[in-house]
């Protein structure tokens, strides 16, 4: 089942906040966190695992909600680079083999 | 080497031709994937081959035939294909181990146009 993402599009101007959430109606093994620019792959960004502990190799943070299946991911002090598309992947069945992409937040950072 | 190599990056196929994707990489993954994507839409999963057996077909029409021939490289065979399936079609690797997870990286894609 598809996980929600909010909010469908953000705007921001450098140096601002922004906070991607997404929800799922299944219970969670992990949520993955990927950044997809026009035209290109996406870009692994975080993962967080059920129990609490997270994976990432970018200057963000993310958090995941067990209870409520809930993760966001956090974009503090947004500069031009952060332009582009947001994906939650959701494992509801372990391994993270099969994950099943949120619709997208599309973010975009101005001067 | 950190990358997932597609080849080609664009192809335009009559619905009768066959014509094949490849996938390569060289970091050791022993987990493949082929995803679809529309503009505008998130990656759709098709199939996930993991130390080179498939493990998940999304029930995925017969006109696409994956095939992984050693850990090293994904191939998508496409056949008789119709004008909705033009898309772009990525590949993922990652590295499964039990008891750990890890992300994925994606190739750059080949962008499919079924004419």
Known sequence: ?111 | DTEVTQTPKHLVMGMTNKKSLKCEQHMGHRAMYWYKQKAKKPPELMFVYSYEKLSINESVPSRFSPECPNSSLLNLHLHALQPEDSALYLCASSHPQAGQVYGYTFGSGTRLTVV
Not at chain 1, 76 to 101: I, M, N, P, R, W
Request: hydrophobic share 30%; net charge positive.
């Open chain 1, 1 to 111: 089942q598809q996980p929600v993402q909010s909010p469908q599009a953000v705007i921001l101007r450098e140096g601002e906040d922004a906070v991607i959430n997404c929800s799922s109606s299944k219970a969670l093994y992990s949520v993955h966190w990927y950044r997809q620019k026009h035209g290109e792959a996406p870009v692994f960004l975080m993962i967080l695992l059920k129990g609490g502990e997270q994976k990432g190799h970018e200057k963000i943070s993310a958090s995941f909600n067990e209870k409520k299946q809930q993760s966001s991911l956090y974009l503090t002090a947004s500069q031009l680079s952060y332009s582009g598309t947001y994906f939650c992947g959701t494992d509801s069945q372990g391994g993270s083999e099969k994950l099943v992409f949120g619709k997208g937040t599309k973010l975009t950072v101005n001067p």
